[in-house]
């Protein structure tokens, strides 16, 4: 039987009939690149990530930080990868900084920012999304909680977008590498100097409560604040941008939400929690295994690299009926998009505020959305899965420029 390939083009575009034929056929299973081994139903996902014992956190390096990178990455020393009881002392700090009512802050920046680039949209007429709308929006946020300069969004673009892309680069690409070690490099040198200018002086954000905080009288050290700043542009670029686009594209796919959530607003965090269930933006992380384990019967030997696949399993048949059907009225939405466990994503909350305002703000002012391409690209990565561009009409409503 031949490995499937993650990266060929078939599957990167639409991945999921080839998910579901795993979960018939081989739900545990080694496949390319590089034979490692997938997980590709809802409750063995759920279990490996329960289970920090055997399923170790440090498999995200592989991807993050390959051997082929020969350059250290930050993000490899942060939150994401730490196991017991490192990772809870590192989430006892952050939880400390943040908290709901941080969130609840930011609501009004997020809105106005949404409501002006809304009102863009609609002027303009006929945009590419997620530069023209969704990055602009989610950098706005980071910017009040880290102090970054907005100025610099296409910067933050790029090294997001090539530190989670490590893992889908040959070996043998070298340019590619070479840009992504400038990127890393780039990005380093920005938070060395943010941290030293709040050093300075502590100011009314999320990076200045950090250097506050304090846990059992151990202050976060300056790596531990430097792989922070990684997690959380990295994390808070990625997951919430292509949040936010993969909502614009199921409103471009399904033009029949747009009047439905105007007529019924209570559909609204429903719609998101299915655009998350059916488009998860984190498509898969990776664990490595501890000890020798089993799991449907299938022997990992032990330092395996295993990719739990949260998009495979989030369209599991045995957890939620007709799983390919979008439906945000389904009740079981026991939704994996942001992780599980002691690894639940601590941004959850600000990803899914920012997906409601900023879809609040666009139904009031875009009647309906229409692609502009007949094909996507989509991003090379393991871990997430978004398209590199969305070109999109927003045909506004006929009240929308005075309302």
Not at 104 to 131: G, H, N
Request: with cysteine; aromatic share 6%; charged share 25%.
């Amino acid at each position: 039987m031949t490995r499937l390939n993650l990266f060929a083009p078939d599957v990167r575009e639409n991945p999921y009939p080839f998910y579901a034929a795993l979960r018939r056929e081989s739900p545990v299973c080694q496949v390319d690149p590089n034979g490692m081994w997938v997980v590709t139903r809802y409750d063995d996902v759920v279990a490996a990530l329960k289970d920090t014992q055997v399923f170790s956190s440090a498999g995200l390096r592989l991807a993050s930080e390959p051997p082929y990178l020969r350059r250290h990455n930050p993000l490899s020393r942060s939150l994401l990868m730490a196991d017991p009881p490192r990772h809870g002392q590192l989430r006892g700090l952050i939880n400390r900084a943040f908290t709901a009512s941080t969130v609840a802050s930011l609501e009004p920046l997020m809105r106005s920012t949404a409501e002006r680039l809304a009102d863009e949209l609609v002027e303009r007429r006929t945009v590419e999304f997620i530069s023209d709308f969704a990055l602009r929006a989610q950098v706005s946020v980071l910017a009040q909680l880290l102090g970054l300069d907005p100025s610099l969004k296409q910067h933050f673009k790029r090294w997001a977008t090539d530190i989670v892309g490590v893992s889908g680069i040959s070996p043998e690409d070298r340019a590619r590498l070479d840009e992504v070690r400038g990127s890393i490099d780039e990005m380093e040198r920005y938070a060395q100097a943010l941290l030293a200018k709040r050093r300075s002086r502590l100011e009314d954000d999320w990076l200045s409560d950090l250097l506050r905080a304090r846990l059992d009288n151990n202050e976060l050290t300056d790596d531990d604040l430097i792989g922070f700043i990684f997690l959380f542009l990295v994390a808070g670029l990625e997951t919430t941008v292509t949040l936010m686009t993969q909502v614009v594209l199921t409103l471009a796919r399904r033009p029949e939400w747009m009047d439905r959530l105007r007529d019924e607003p209570a559909l609204i965090a429903p719609f998101i929690e299915e655009v998350l269930r059916v488009e998860p933006p984190i498509h898969a992380t990776i664990r490595l295994t501890l000890a020798e384990t089993q799991l449907r019967g299938v022997r990992l030997p032990a330092q395996s690299a295993v990719l739990l696949l949260v998009g495979s399993g989030l369209r599991d048949e045995a957890r939620f009926p007709d799983p390919d059907r979008f439906d945000p009225e389904r009740r079981a939405q026991a939704n994996l998009a942001f992780g599980h466990g002691a690894h639940f994503c601590v941004g959850a909350p600000l990803a899914r505020t920012q997906a409601r305002v900023v879809l609040e703000e666009l139904l009031r002012k875009v009647r309906r959305f229409e692609l502009r391409t007949e094909r996507l690209d989509w991003n090379m990565s393991l871990n997430t899965r978004c398209p590199l561009e969305l070109p999109v009409e927003a045909v506004s409503r006929p009240w929308a420029q005075c309302a």
